[in-house]
């Protein structure tokens, strides 16, 4: 490892940035050096421009693979060589806003009944019925389950943080059935051949397996169960705020998504035409 690269993992540790982050940031700086031949510390702004119009140009990347390059570098240019700014003139391409296929409830249930085991179908329903992100579920361990006061606490999840969400009854009970049935020792979802938790792209295949012999074409992966879930709750009147805890959003404009993604927002609209006679209160 050279001294810059060192350099950089101290910095991003000492910033408790997630190892995920960590190694994206990296390989930015990497993927940069290769294409110069030369350290980070010897290439010039014009260089990093013309590098960033070659990805978007030529590379064909994505805006939201673009700004992870960006942000990478900044760091690498503003923390760790001390430059006070990082390219201010640079306009970055604005990352797409798109809508997802939002599964039905039928859908998320045909999903849950297609999965081949109770440990699979519990995996699911708790991503589901508590409004998880597939690293979270991966991560619950049997003590994070306070079944008196009807909680889930996730911890260390984005952003560092812990919280905890509502666990519903009928949840509740499914777990206990589970256990039972499973007898999990410390991980609420082991691998099959390990008391270790079961790994993130094993639940994405089960997901998608699931999904494909009930003969669901929508597009999305796991994570479409956190969208559906979120969706589901604003159908039932949940306020915005009181989702934004759940589901652990840092701002409350990242849930107003669901709210404008939503369908029913436009089928329920008001007819104002159509009360323009009535008598004014």
Avoid at 47 to 76: S, V, Y
Avoid at 94 to 115: D, F, M, W, Y
Avoid at 246 to 256: C, E, F, K, R, V
Wanted: with cysteine; aromatic share 8%; net charge positive.
């Amino acid at each position: 490892m050279t001294p810059l690269r060192q350099k950089m993992t101290d910095k991003m540790i000492l910033r408790g940035f997630a190892s995920s982050t960590q190694e994206m940031y990296l390989y930015s700086a990497t993927q940069l050096s290769r294409s110069y031949n030369r350290s980070p510390e010897n290439i010039t702004y014009p260089e990093i421009e013309a590098w960033f119009l070659q990805l978007i140009k030529n590379d064909h990347l994505a805006p939201a693979t673009i700004r992870i390059h960006f942000n990478g570098l900044k760091f690498l240019y503003c923390n760790v060589l001390g430059k006070e700014q990082f390219l201010p003139g640079l306009k970055l391409p604005k990352k797409q806003q798109k809508i997802p296929e939002l599964l039905s409830r039928g859908e998320v249930n045909a999903i849950l009944e297609a999965t081949d085991s109770l440990r699979d179908k519990m995996l699911l329903t708790v991503c589901y019925g508590c409004g998880l992100r597939v690293s979270e579920v991966t991560s619950l361990a049997l003590s994070d389950i306070d079944s008196k006061q009807h909680l889930l606490r996730i911890e260390q999840s984005k952003g560092n943080k812990d919280r905890y969400v509502p666990l519903p009854e009928t949840l509740i009970q499914q777990l206990r059935e589970y256990w039972r049935a499973d007898q999990p020792a410390t991980a609420l979802f082991p691998g099959r051949k390990s008391a270790l938790p079961i790994g993130i792209s094993s639940v994405q295949k089960i997901y998608t397996k699931a999904k494909r012999q009930v003969k669901i074409e929508k597009t999305g992966g796991i994570h479409s169960l956190r969208h559906a879930f979120a969706s589901h709750q604003l159908e039932k009147g949940m306020p915005l705020p009181q989702l934004k805890d759940i589901l652990g959003h840092a701002n409350l404009s990242t849930t107003m998504r669901y709210f404008h993604w939503y369908p029913s927002n436009q089928a329920k609209s008001f007819d104002a035409v159509a009360h323009l006679n009535e008598e004014q209160s």
